[in-house]
């Protein structure tokens, strides 16, 4: 099974139109008990509901989006906790543009400190920054 068949979404469970929902609201809404949804905010870096001034959990809508997903890759798909938490963590990074074939029009700019390329509508940034850096030290020397 590849990636982008488990990027299939099931079709979108009805959430209402509300800023935060208790934790309850959200059990019921997922059809786990709450002490899952607890253990649930320990596994995944991404579940973290805020907690109101006398200690309630308050999950948001994109919470209550993650908790379902959660649901659907251990119930329905079968991961494993740790695949699950792997899976979400590889579709929330995106993928890094791939230019076509052809050659980088960046100018590597000397004295990078991170040995990387520059791109060419920063390099004039960059050497000015730079002369007035030589001018502030020769003012101190």
Do not use: N
């Amino acid at each position: 099974m590849s990636v982008q068949e488990d990027m299939i979404v099931a079709p979108a469970q009805e959430i209402p139109d509300k800023l935060y929902f208790r934790i309850g609201d959200v059990a019921k809404l997922a059809g786990i008990k709450p002490y899952v949804l607890r253990f649930w905010e320990t596994e995944f870096p991404g579940l973290g509901p805020k907690k109101s001034g006398t200690g309630q959990r308050l999950y948001r809508r994109k919470d209550v989006e993650l908790v379902l997903e959660i649901k659907r890759l251990l119930y329905e798909k079968r991961f494993t906790i740790e695949g699950a938490r792997k899976f979400l963590e590889a579709r929330a990074k995106p993928e890094p543009v791939r230019a076509a074939a052809k050659p980088s029009r960046r100018k590597k700019v000397q004295g990078d400190l991170f040995g990387g390329e520059v791109s060419p509508a920063l390099v004039p940034v960059f050497e000015q920054v730079r002369d007035e850096l030589r001018a502030i030290a020769k003012l101190l020397t």
